[in-house]
């Protein structure tokens, strides 16, 4: 006998006054407990009513499985009411990771097949929601019947299904093509927008859909243009602007079907000027048309006119008042920037302004494109404005600023003066923010300006002696009083303001670096051997300078006391040579007067800069590898190197060895994108056949550094691989320091090797991420 329960209404009710989540518990249990029993009775006139309470049950977070074979009763029964709360239970009961929903497959296609639409409708909504690969396989046929019915609710919602089944099933595509064409011809706003979706997703996924639905393209713009002047119909305007979901779908297609096209660009040209000049930006939906019209223009071979007219559309985004607007117009100009420099340009002040915007996300977009808007006419200009802002920006935007304001410098400094004195403010005001080779970089500048020797000591001595806090600056500083101590003591500069120092005094700053508690290992390095260089500069007794020294000679730093003794062992014992050790560093050339051999210099700089971090890495490797092969003997002296065209990465992997040297093998470009360049260079040691040894090369020849850069990789079961650490997770712009990192590999049964990559990084303000399989690799990898 059936045990009476209660109605939905009454169980929601009930467990609704429950007090305590015990309480709604117990009403549950105790529900659910009727609903099994309603089921093991077999009770075909309520069944709907028991899956009605258990959907509202499973919908509160509590199990429901137990009604999915009920489900299947449901959808088979002829009765709508069952055949309704059926197919609600098989959308939330049932998905693709059981194999129960395939037993649904044939009462669909039953009901797809019947003429009543209402039933069709139910069929439809459930396989666009858990209809698997198989199932869609299936019924694609019964669907692409229904796209021509003459319902549009039914058309509608076959759209819809199809839509679906191209992303389960995209080689389905092609029998969808005809109807989408016919479909194209509806008036029915519904049916009209599932239709221009589904194009969309046919163009996305399939070249020969692409070529086809070029030919549509005049239609697609008559149809905006009837959007655009007339409307269809004032029940969907939005504020003023006709049916704003149609249009901003049509853009999206328009941008996919002009993109890399001249002819279908050249279409759509005078229609996009027409709505990028007539829709109203009062009001949201207005806004959002014209930001998707702005993406089109950019993305298709628009005309130079009509780009202009888009980027100063985003430059209006830029003086509204939502601060979403604002975002979106920035992230559009950052990625604009570089095709379109000059129009951008003209919104400079603009975006100016937004770098004090109190919203951190807006005021790190509007960093990134002013950084980008940089150039050799406004460094000047451009420069004062972001060293403005790096004196009040966030903690977390201080590095990047830093970092681009240096770059900048370094690619657009119109004197050499102006350079030093933009990274000096820099160094004061956000020293530690600054990226690692800033040291190198000034110290390099400062050697190669002779006329600026004398200004640049007086500069960083008076800038040290104010605050010692400024690590970098502190280096910086203690390098040049170092080298060019005798210029600080002369007093003759014409730049700057007269100084006079006294020798004690600089003497006294240098021991105030080395006391003082905030002074890293490294920059009481730096202080140390400018006091040595100083006993040579100075003409007053060296007694102090001694004394100081021979402290150092058992300080807990290794490289503290290492420098000491050894400066000692100068001051004792080779006094005589002491001069002629100590003496001013040469110029340092900062590249040709010709472009080509500024070029093969930065070429041969990247070389060396891929290889030598990798040199101890690899030797530790292959020096474990040798233990565990477990042979004996003495050790022979690695061979000398020989030059060779190849390239020095090969030789300095060499192992030490009786055989001759294995054959190169070819380097290989696996990735480019946006400038960021991914190499692969192998090496096969010769006392280890099975193993590969592959260096990954990153170089960004782009305008904006790569940072959170991640490779990771992956090879099939019958390979060991092993991933070392990289060089640093930053690929700095316009062909800086490469980043590397060093795979092994070790290929016992030298089968064919697979690769697959993936990259994590942010480029031009943006969050990538890439994964690639690389199949081509040479055969040397492994035979």
């Known amino acids: 006998m059936v045990v009476p329960s209660s109605k939905l209404q009454d169980l929601i009710e009930e467990i609704r006054g429950a007090k305590t989540q015990a309480q709604e518990r117990e009403v549950i249990q105790k529900e659910c407990a009727h609903i099994r029993a309603s089921f093991r009775d077999g009770d075909p006139l309520h069944r709907h009513r028991q899956l009605a309470k258990l959907l509202y049950v499973h919908m509160l977070g509590y199990p429901a499985h137990f009604g999915q074979m009920e489900c299947l009763k449901l959808i088979a029964s002829p009765r709508f009411t069952d055949k309704r709360v059926g197919y609600l239970g098989a959308m939330l009961l049932l998905d693709e990771r059981q194999d129960a929903h395939l037993l649904i497959t044939n009462s669909i296609k039953n009901d797809l097949s019947q003429g009543i639409q209402a039933v069709q409708g139910l069929a439809l909504c459930t396989l666009s929601t858990v209809g698997s690969a198989e199932m869609c396989r299936d019924l694609a046929t019964e669907v692409e019947k229904l796209l021509l019915q003459p319902g549009p609710y039914v058309r509608k919602k076959a759209v819809l299904t199809a839509v679906h089944i191209i992303r389960k099933v995209p080689e389905l595509s092609n029998i969808f093509l005809p109807p989408c064409a016919q479909l194209l011809h509806e008036r029915h706003h519904g049916v009209l927008l599932g239709t221009i979706t589904l194009i969309t997703e046919l163009c996305e996924r399939s070249p020969a859909a692409l070529k086809h639905f070029r030919k549509v393209v005049p239609q697609l713009v008559q149809i905006l243009w009837t959007l655009v002047t007339t409307g269809y119909s004032t029940e969907h305007s939005i504020s003023g602007v006709s049916d704003p979901f149609l249009q901003v779908q049509i853009l999206r297609l328009l941008r996919i079907l002009g993109r890399n096209h001249e002819e279908s660009s050249e279409t759509m040209n005078d229609l996009l000027a027409q709505v990028a000049t007539n829709t109203d930006t009062s009001r949201n939906a207005g806004n959002a048309v014209l930001f998707e019209t702005v993406l089109t223009i950019m993305d298709i071979r628009s005309v130079a006119g009509l780009r202009v007219l888009a980027v100063n559309i985003l430059g209006r985004f830029l003086l509204n008042s939502d601060k979403n607007i604002r975002y979106v117009a920035l992230t559009s100009l950052l990625r604009v920037v570089q095709s379109d420099h000059s129009a951008v340009q003209r919104h400079r002040p603009t975006v100016v302004e937004c770098l004090r915007e109190p919203d951190a996300s807006l005021s790190r977009r509007a960093l990134e494109l002013s950084l980008a808007l940089v150039n050799s006419s406004n460094v000047r200009a451009m420069t004062q404005e972001l060293q403005s802002f790096l004196e009040s920006c966030p903690p977390d935007l201080r590095s990047d600023c830093a970092s681009g304001i240096l770059l900048a410098a370094e690619r657009f400094a119109p004197t050499k003066r102006w350079h030093i004195d933009t990274i ?108 040595m260089k100083l006993s040579t500069r100075l003409r007053g007794d060296n007694n102090r300078i001694r004394q100081v020294v021979s402290v150092y000679g058992s300080c807990l730093d290794v490289e503290l006391q290492q420098r000491a003794v050894e400066y000692n062992a100068l001051f004792q014992k080779y006094d005589y040579m002491r001069a002629a050790i100590l003496e001013k560093m040469p110029l340092v050339e900062r590249g040709g007067t010709q472009d080509e051999e500024a070029k093969e210099s930065k070429e041969a700089q990247h070389s060396e800069a891929a290889v030598i971090p990798t040199e101890p890495q690899t030797s530790k490797l292959l020096d474990l590898l040798d233990l565990l092969d477990g042979t004996s003997g003495a050790a022979q002296p690695p061979p000398p190197l020989e030059p060779s065209s190849e390239g020095t990465s090969v030789h300095l992997l060499d192992l030490p060895c009786v055989s001759p040297a294995p054959a190169s093998i070819p380097n290989l470009k696996v990735f480019e994108r946006e400038g960021l360049q991914l190499t692969l260079s192998f090496v096969r040691p010769p006392g280890t056949p099975a193993l590969l040894l592959i260096m990954v090369t990153a170089i960004n020849t782009s305008e904006a550094d790569v940072t959170h850069f991640v490779c990771q990789a992956a090879v099939p079961k019958s390979f060991q691989l092993q991933l070392q650490a990289p060089s640093g997770d930053t690929v700095p712009a316009q062909g800086g320091l490469p980043m590397t990192q060093l795979l092994r590999i070790l290929n016992p049964k030298k089968a064919p090797l697979r690769l697959k990559l993936r990259l994590t990084y942010n480029h031009f303000g943006q969050s990538v991420q890439e994964i690639f399989e690389v199949n081509n690799l040479p055969v040397e990898t492994w035979q």
């Open 424 to 531: 000096l403010r820099v160094l004061t005001m956000a020293g530690t923010h600054v990226r690692d080779d800033a040291v190198a970089n000034l110290t390099q500048l400062i050697g190669g300006a002779q006329e600026l020797h004398a200004y640049s000591v007086r500069r960083l001595y008076s800038a040290l002696a104010e605050d010692i806090s400024q690590q970098p600056l502190v280096q910086v500083a203690a390098w040049c009083i170092g080298e060019y101590g005798d210029l600080l003591l002369e007093g003759s500069c014409e730049e700057t303001e007269p100084l006079q120092v006294e020798e004690e005094e600089v003497l006294a700053l240098l021991e105030k670096v080395l006391q003082s508690h905030m002074s890293l290992p490294a920059t009481r390095g730096y202080a140390l051997t400018a006091l």
